[in-house]
């Protein structure tokens, strides 16, 4: 049974950082392509960042562009999302998931129906 957990997620001022964490178990971990998620109340969810099987490729909206960091830890079958400057909103549930995809290009990166395996979401508030 695969499971997709994501931890990390809090209440931080504006400014602040948080990592969020993604374990996962029951999959290969290093045959899947892996991405970060994000919906705030009200709006739909939207595409944060991607990294292929390796780490070698890394995209990200441009709204978090050169404030978060992707990477992954495939010992560990871990996906982490550095978040720094962080702004209110940001505020948002956000998701990890994984996608068999056989290629990873940047429209195909926050393409949902690729993603097979969803977690349950880690909240993340920031406050101004």
């Known amino acids: 049974q695969v499971q997709v957990v994501e931890s990390g997620g809090g209440l931080v001022q504006a400014g602040g950082s948080l990592r969020l964490s993604c374990r996962t178990s029951?999959?290969?971990?290093?045959?899947?392509?892996l991405g970060w998620f994000r919906q705030a109340p009200g709006k739909e969810r939207e595409g944060v960042s991607c990294?292929?099987?390796?780490?070698?490729?890394?995209y990200y909206a441009d709204s978090v562009r050169g404030r978060f960091t992707i990477s992954r830890d495939n010992d560990k079958h871990t996906l982490y999302l550095q978040m720094s400057s962080l702004k209110p909103e940001d505020t948002a549930m956000y998701y990890c998931?994984?996608?068999?995809?056989?290629?990873?290009?940047?429209?195909?990166?926050?393409?949902?129906?690729?993603?097979?395996?969803w977690g349950q979401g880690t909240q993340v508030t920031v406050s101004s």
């Open positions: 998931a994984a996608s068999a995809a056989p290629a990873l290009y940047s429209t195909t990166c926050f393409q949902e129906r690729d993603y097979k395996y």
């Open positions: 029951g999959l290969t971990f290093d045959n899947y392509i």
């Open positions: 990294i292929s099987w390796s780490g070698g490729s890394t």
